[in-house]
């Protein structure tokens, strides 16, 4: 029975014409060819290099198998955000090809090596996807979100609320039993209508206009909350 590529009887031609002995050899000892081809992993059949009745080399794979139930998707980051990266980052892949649909991984290996492509040079990294499903194909092109870190509670404050002295440091005036009390602060991500600081508590009274405040100076409160300073 043909198998795939070539016949045991086409096999015995080709081995007798370059090598004459092996056709004696053929008579007492039967060329086997398997029917079946059995895979050392359980996957699904991405691709398949054999067809009935055309050679095939020796030296090339049979088939791709691939295990759709376990992704990993490969992504470039660039090499100014690669430092930020680490293994076990948290990350959301999406595409076009997937809708609406994301899904979450973890960042599972860093290349050890950097790529250049014109300007550009980019690092490889792999996400390994927590779960799939059908609508994920081998292949697709999508882009990734990683989380570099978890973000901690941050206290914010209104930009008008910071001062910056002339040694660059920055502060804050709390109010604190009817007076100002400077502090000094270091600010972290802003947001639209405020900036995240560092040096103070959440129940902190924070003043407006630092540049009109000194610390130890007089804070009158009124009934609307709102400061009178001296």
């Known amino acids: 029975m043909a198998a795939y590529g070539i016949d045991q009887e086409g096999i015995t031609s080709i081995l007798s014409t370059q090598h004459p002995t092996v056709t004696a050899v053929s008579k007492s000892k039967e060329v086997i060819i398997p029917s079946v081809l059995t895979a050392p992993i359980t996957g699904t059949i991405t691709a398949l290099s054999l067809?009935?009745?055309v050679l095939t080399q020796t030296d090339k794979p049979v088939m791709a198998i691939?295990?759709?139930?376990?992704y990993i998707a490969k992504v470039s980051i660039s090499e100014d955000d690669i430092s930020t990266?680490?293994?076990g980052?948290?990350?959301v892949i999406s595409g076009d090809a997937l809708g609406d649909s994301d899904y979450s991984g973890l960042v599972s290996k860093i290349y050890p090596t950097a790529n250049r492509n014109g300007d550009a040079t980019t690092v490889t990294v792999e996400i390994a996807l927590t779960a799939s499903?059908?609508?994920l194909k081998d292949g697709y092109s999508i882009k990734a979100e990683i989380f570099t870190g978890e973000a901690k509670q941050v206290i914010s404050v209104p930009y008008e609320a910071v001062g910056q002295d002339k040694e660059n440091t920055e502060y804050v005036y709390l109010y604190s039993a009817g007076r100002a009390i400077r502090k000094d602060v270091s600010t972290g991500a802003e947001m639209t209508?405020?900036?995240a600081i560092d040096g103070i508590t959440t129940d902190a009274v924070v003043l407006?206009?630092?540049e009109r405040l000194e610390s130890g100076?007089?804070?009158i409160v009124t009934g609307e909350g709102n400061p009178v300073y001296d």
């Open 85 to 87: 990266v680490a293994v």
């Open 133 to 135: 499903d059908d609508c």
């Open 51 to 53: 067809q009935e009745g």
């Open 208 to 210: 407006l206009e630092p």
């Open 89 to 91: 980052d948290k990350a």
């Open 193 to 195: 209508y405020c900036t």
């Open 217 to 219: 100076g007089r804070v």
């Open 66 to 70: 691939s295990n759709t139930s376990a």
